[in-house]
């Protein structure tokens, strides 16, 4: 404190005043409604305190697996009061309401990365809860809508509006393909899914006769038909995506170790497949009496490459 004698001693009195005046209380809150109090990056929370001056603590971490969680108010009486009533307030405006939709439409209504669910609860407010795991057979997928009445109207609005959009096209491919667009450890169906934002499903157990292959493409219009673009190219393309029927290889490996490379169940072999991409046949009924089988490889440079390293290791070890 700087000042004449007079002036220290006021200032003295005053804050000695303002230190008796402080005192710290506590309320109770529902652990699911931590959120709604805090607010969309913390806003409610800095206006509870900028609007009261009272200085506002969650102590969540006392006991996380208590259902309810103490907020701390410290400052004046009137301070103390004014926090608790704006708490209550936003505590009493707050319900729950749930909406159903189909569960094939969960994905898109979560979207890649997680993105469409986290834009509905930034624009509105609401905290979205999807429960998937109350009936895992069932085909409708309850949504949870937790915040005042206007936030849970505009997250059901969102949530309509994606739904709204969203439908489903076919499109069919040579069954010899699905491998090649599938690719390697599945990495090129990701890459049509989170570059296009579709849902892309192979239904390759409708007819499992069948040549053709038929894939579901869900999504709205600009997705299906920018996931269907992609598989074109996949199938069309002349440089790496080339059509597996005219693309294959022949290698030779010792008849004696044709049971190893399939392995137990056919092990080995599917898991060539899937690793490399490529569609494997051996051929042990091409000439009974010789000693060596010969092992078809389908697929592009790449797959074909990695299958028959994978094989040749087999061959070696043994």
């Known amino acids: 404190l700087i000042g004449n004698e007079e002036q220290q001693k006021d200032a003295q009195r005053l804050i000695e005043k303002i230190i008796g005046d402080i005192s710290a209380s506590f309320i109770s809150v529902p652990r699911t409604l931590v959120s709604s109090i805090i607010g969309i990056k913390g806003g409610r929370i800095k206006n509870i305190r900028n609007n009261t001056g009272a200085r506002v603590t969650i102590k969540g971490d006392r006991d996380p697996n208590s259902v309810e969680v103490e907020i701390e108010l410290e400052g004046n009486e009137e301070q103390q009061r004014d926090a608790k009533h704006l708490i209550e307030k936003i505590i009493g405006d707050i319900s729950a309401s749930f909406i ?114 038929e894939i579901e493409l869900q999504g709205n219009e600009e997705q299906q038909r920018d996931a269907k673009h992609l598989i074109e190219n996949i199938i069309n393309s002349d440089d790496d995506y080339v059509s597996v029927m005219d693309d294959k290889s022949l290698i030779t490996v010792p008849r004696i170790l044709v049971s190893t490379i399939i392995g137990k169940q056919g092990e080995r072999i599917n898991s060539i497949r899937d690793s490399s991409g490529a569609k494997v046949s051996i051929k042990t009924s091409w000439d009974k009496h010789s000693d060596d089988v010969k092992v078809e490889l389908h697929g592009n440079k790449e797959q074909r490459r990695d299958a028959q390293r994978m094989i040749e290791e087999i061959v070696n070890i043994d």
């Open 100 to 213: 159903s939709v189909p569960r094939t439409l969960v994905p898109s209504i979560i979207g890649i990365k997680g993105e469409h669910i986290k834009n509905i609860r930034n624009n509105t407010g609401a905290r979205v809860t999807i429960k998937g795991d109350r009936d895992p057979n069932s085909v409708e997928v309850e949504i949870e809508l937790q915040g005042n009445e206007e936030q849970q109207r505009d997250a059901k609005h969102l949530i309509k509006k994606i739904i709204g959009e969203i439908s489903a096209s076919f499109i069919s491919v040579p069954r010899t393909l699905v491998p090649l667009i599938i690719g390697m450890k599945g990495e090129r169906i990701k890459n049509i899914t989170n570059n296009s934002g579709a849902r892309v499903s192979i239904k390759s157990d409708r007819d499992p006769n069948s040549v053709e292959v």
